[in-house]
């Protein structure tokens, strides 16, 4: 089992930052991947970003540029840093972890950009 716990989302203006934190707990050393997705109202969860164990990431094309995945693999944690933040960022950012034959999920974090 892999425990995923999100923060860092909220109320962001247009053009504005945020950075969001997806800890892991469990068995982390199942862990080949992760990655954050998204979903806004009426739509389906979309990739944003992903992160392999050996650093290789991966970007959805309507976040590239802007938004940047790393990994502490001290603290067994991953950020999503999002830069020129647009409205249609606006979504509920999950936090994925991959192990063998299966994916573990976050509890999601409110991201909101609006003037």
């Known amino acids: 089992q892999v425990q995923l716990v999100e923060s860092g989302g909220g109320l962001v203006q247009p053009g504005g930052s945020l950075i969001l934190s997806c800890a892991a707990s469990?068995?982390?050393?199942?862990?080949?991947?992760m990655g954050w997705y998204r979903q806004a109202p009426g739509k389906q969860r979309e990739l944003v970003a992903t992160?392999?164990?050996?650093?290789?990431?991966n970007y959805a094309d309507s976040v590239k540029g802007r938004f940047t995945i790393s990994r502490d693999n001290a603290k067994n944690t991953v950020y999503l840093q999002m830069n020129s933040l647009k409205p249609e960022d606006t979504a509920v950012y999950y936090c994925?972890?991959?192990?063998?034959?299966?994916?573990?999920w976050g509890q999601g974090t409110q991201v909101t950009v609006s003037s």
């Open positions: 994925n972890a991959a192990v063998p034959a299966r994916g573990y």
């Open positions: 469990g068995s982390i050393f199942s862990i080949y991947a």
């Open positions: 992160i392999t164990s050996g650093g290789r990431t």
